[in-house]
């Protein structure tokens, strides 16, 4: 009886453990698509700034945050402890942009090439925070679209800017895309998804790689 009794606590027990495992990987998929939605909003964000389009003229090339150079590590450590990197890149003359979020706040910085602090980016707040949107509540203009463009997708993660832009990640369980569309629902483009916690991408569906540029 007591032999019957400790092999029933331990098959509970085996499947309590079971049980908190699915729920640890359950999620990874939606929430590499919300990464997806992020990092893209954090990259049109950094390359549309009026700070970027002076200075970098718009043209960032992502690259990998933990390749940045050392001088822009510690200045991030020592400045903004704790923060996660959204987005890195450099333009063409080698100035680096890095969007970072900390207590929901998110920050555009501008370095030079040496990896020294420049200036913050003026509008990249506004644009890289995201109001999430129920996939039920997106305009009928833009559900419609995604299903006569992309059979075989459903929408995983959405939010709005502070225009009222969407940002929509759509997947097909291989591929994450993400669309972008107007206030009104009127289709603008498809984002180029720069890398993901610094090129470490989690499991779930890819992002769908872009141009790079």
Request: charged share 15%; aromatic share 8%; with cysteine.
């Amino acid at each position: 009886m007591k032999k019957q009794l400790l092999l029933w606590m331990m098959a509970i027990a085996g499947l309590f453990v079971i049980s908190c495992q699915s729920q640890e990987v359950s999620p990874s998929s939606t929430d590499g698509a919300l990464e997806a939605v992020q990092v893209s909003a954090a990259r049109t964000a950094a390359t549309t700034d009026t700070v970027t389009k002076q200075r970098c003229k718009g043209q960032l090339t992502p690259v990998d945050s933990t390749a940045l150079p050392a001088a822009i590590i510690t200045y991030l450590k020592t400045n903004y402890a704790g923060a996660l990197v959204k987005f890195a890149g450099t333009d063409p003359s080698g100035q680096y942009v890095v969007g970072i979020v900390l207590n929901n706040v998110h920050t555009g910085l501008l370095f030079d090439a040496s990896g020294n602090f420049v200036q913050l980016l003026k509008q990249y707040a506004k644009k890289a925070k995201l109001t999430p949107v129920d996939a039920a509540s997106l305009p009928s203009a833009i559900t419609t679209y995604i299903s006569s463009n992309f059979s075989g997708y459903t929408v995983k993660r959405a939010g709005t800017d502070a225009d009222g832009n969407y940002y929509v990640a759509i997947s097909n369980s291989t591929e994450i895309r993400v669309l972008v569309f107007a206030a009104d629902g009127t289709f603008t483009k498809e984002a180029d998804i720069p890398p993901i916690n610094g090129g470490r991408e989690g499991k779930g569906p890819k992002p769908r790689k872009g141009s790079g540029h």
